[in-house]
């Protein structure tokens, strides 16, 4: 997680930008791990779902061309 970042526990995030690691213990073991660089709640993504959903006008869902 970036540097003093704290977060509930059980919070669902997006990640963002990031990356897989790994390192080797002395017993020869491989331990991944993942490093978050970036990220969003997934409360704050609903919200903004719903913000574009609001801003949609009836005019422009007849423009829309769905792939069903």
């Known amino acids: 997680m970036p540097k003093d970042v ?4 059980k ?3 997006n990640i963002t930008k990031g990356f897989l690691s790994f390192y080797k213990t002395k017993e020869g073991n491989t ?3 993942i490093v978050v660089q ?3 709640k997934e409360e704050e ?4 779902e ?3 959903v609001e801003s ?3 005019e422009d869902l ?3 061309q769905l792939p069903f």
């Open 56 to 58: 949609i006008d009836a």
């Open 45 to 48: 993504l609903k919200k903004a």
């Open 6 to 9: 704290r977060l509930e526990d």
């Open 38 to 40: 970036e990220f969003t």
């Open 31 to 33: 331990i991944w791990y």
């Open 11 to 13: 919070t669902k995030i």
């Open 50 to 52: 719903v913000s574009v």
């Open 62 to 64: 007849d423009d829309l």
